[in-house]
Nanobody
Framework: QVQLVESGGGSVQAGGSLSLSCAASVTISFSITAMGWYRQAPGKQRELVAV???????NYEDSVLGRFTISRDNVQNMVYLQMNSLKPEDTAVYYCNVGIRNRGYYWGQGTQVTVSS
């Protein structure tokens, strides 16, 4: 059984910061591979925001480079997304995504981030 519980998000003015957290409940901790964040804005496809492998390698969507930072706690099975210098175009529902070895990828329920100008 895999469960992802997200927290954080909310509303902020442009230039502000928000932090997202995702707790993964898995039967076997070492089975987690990549952990990441995606987002989906109204009328748009879901897109990758940031991902971190189990080895610590990261990949970011170009528009968030230098503003967002992904991190993870492999003991607590947590993944975080620190979002700074937020822009109105960052407004979206943000989803946690976790890979489980030999099982595939799982999604959180999503959390709304709204950035006003």
């Amino acid at each position: 059984q895999v469960q992802l519980v997200e927290s954080g998000g909310g509303s902020v003015q442009a230039g502000g910061s928000l932090s997202l957290s995702c707790a993964a409940s898995v039967t076997i901790s070492f089975s987690i591979t990549a952990m990441g964040w995606y987002r989906q804005a109204p009328g748009k496809q879901r897109e990758l925001v940031a991902v971190m492998t189990s080895g610590g390698s990261t990949n970011y969507e170009d528009s968030v480079l230098g503003r967002f930072t992904i991190s993870r706690d492999n003991v607590q099975n947590m993944v975080y997304l620190q979002m700074n210098s937020l822009k109105p175009e960052d407004t979206a529902v943000y989803y946690c995504n976790v890979g489980i070895r030999n099982r595939g990828y799982y999604w959180g329920q999503g959390t709304q981030v709204t950035v006003s100008s």
